[in-house]
């Protein structure tokens, strides 16, 4: 138990907020792409997913794990777009907002494709180690479309002021 509460129900917690900052990150940044700044969505997204690193961290562990690793890294690019997120007109600062959100969006989307083919029977039968080409392809994909994604919001922040 931490927070005095089970472990289940921080996971459900966790899970949860996880996937708000999944969503709430693509259609953040997908808004950039389209030259639209939404700080509604961006403030979700930098608060759930700096909340799914920081609920990470409860689970017990025993010295560094890939998972710990993941959400200190994590965590480091959510603090650079939170300082750069107030300066979205500026050109250079809406850049490095935009790589620093892009790559923890990656980040907690790499967690949720390992979890997913860790956890659901399906998928595990697939690629029960994940080094099976089921897993890699959802890698891959997933690593494409957000690269795709990243590209286009910069190109927006860069080709005018986000309105």
């Known amino acids: 138990m931490s927070l005095g509460l089970p472990i289940e129900v921080i996971l459900a917690i966790h899970v949860g907020i996880s996937l708000i900052g999944i969503v709430s990150g693509l259609v953040a940044i997908a808004g950039l792409a389209a030259r639209h700044w939404s700080q509604r969505w961006q403030f979700v997204f ?55 959100a892009t790559v923890a969006l990656y980040l907690n989307v790499v967690v949720l494709i390992v ?15 994940g080094t099976e080409w089921p897993f890699l392809v959802v890698q891959l994909v997933s690593l494409a479309g957000i690269v795709l994604l990243g590209f286009f919001a910069v190109r927006g922040v860069r080709a005018e002021r986000v309105a």
């Open 115 to 129: 979890q997913a083919f860790q956890k659901i029977a399906i998928l595990q039968a697939l690629a029960p180690t």
């Open 46 to 100: 930098l608060v759930t997913t700096a909340l799914t690193s920081l609920t990470g961290f409860l689970f017990p562990f025993a010295g560094v794990t890939p998972a710990f690793v993941f959400g200190l890294v994590s965590l480091f690019l959510l603090l650079v777009a939170a300082l750069t997120v107030s300066s979205k007109t500026q050109r250079r600062s809406s850049t490095i907002y935009v790589l620093a």
